[in-house]
């Protein structure tokens, strides 16, 4: 796949789509712009294609969540990010610790921070995932009778957790930076959906079963955002 790097956007990733006709773009899993543009469309029409498109580009970057990195800021549920200053940047994990060290030309909003912080993040919340969440979504369906099929983790950007119609259930590394309670309530949600596909009164009912507070916690969610 190649990778063109924009002074404004950074490296923007361009898959090419033998079916499109025109570019489309989305927010790659590390935060970065990821374009789907036509087969035939050679590397400098690509870059035109952004030129023109830098506004609605910037309005689909203003909707990742807001990286805001400090010393001690949390990771998760047990991590810790902590900035030192050395020759280069580079990003170590040390036990619960994530030990950033910026070069004598990094700061902490720079595209490269950022995206090298980002990557750190989404390895150490997967690791959280598959430790935590395993456990508490057995627990949940035992408790209310509910029942699935297999568990996968995913870093989608614009949900939180899925279920198909064979109960698979799909949940979001990002989770791990929920409350507690709010965690459940998504895995309730999904558990629920083994049930109810929809979202009919029926499938609310069985929410409400498991999460008498379900409205509250419904409510607080969307007060968070999915993206890493």
């Known amino acids: ?36 543009v036509p087969s ?28 805001v990195l400090g010393e001690g800021m949390a990771i998760g549920k047990s991590h810790t990010l902590h900035i030192r200053t050395g020759k280069s940047l580079a990003a170590t994990r040390i036990g619960n610790r994530l030990i950033l060290t910026l070069g004598p030309d990094d700061s902490l909003d720079g595209p490269a921070v ?27 369906a035992h408790t209310f009778g509910f029942s699935y099929t297999s ?7 614009t949900r939180w957790g899925s279920c198909n119609h064979k109960k698979a259930i799909s949940l979001n590394i990002a989770l791990m930076n929920l409350p507690f309670e709010l965690i459940d309530y998504v895995l309730i949600h999904e558990l629920a959906h083994t049930v109810h596909l929809d979202h009919s009164k029926s499938f609310w009912a069985v929410v409400e079963a498991a999460d008498p507070d379900y409205k509250r916690h419904r409510k607080l969610l969307k007060t968070y955002n999915p993206g890493i």
């Open 40 to 67: 035939y469309a050679p590397i400098f029409m690509i870059k035109r294609m952004i030129a023109g498109s830098r506004p609605d580009l910037r309005r689909l970057l203003d909707t990742r969540p807001k990286l």
């Open 151 to 157: 568990l996968r983790f995913t870093h989608a950007s």
């Open 1 to 36: 796949m190649p990778v063109i790097e924009d002074e404004e956007f950074g490296p923007i990733a361009v898959k090419r789509v033998s079916r499109q006709s025109h570019m489309r773009a989305t927010i790659a899993p590390n935060g970065s712009l990821r374009l789907s």
């Open 114 to 140: 950022i995206e090298t912080v980002r990557s750190q993040m989404q390895q150490l919340l997967r690791r959280e995932a598959k430790h935590h969440l395993p456990l508490r979504i057995r627990h949940i």
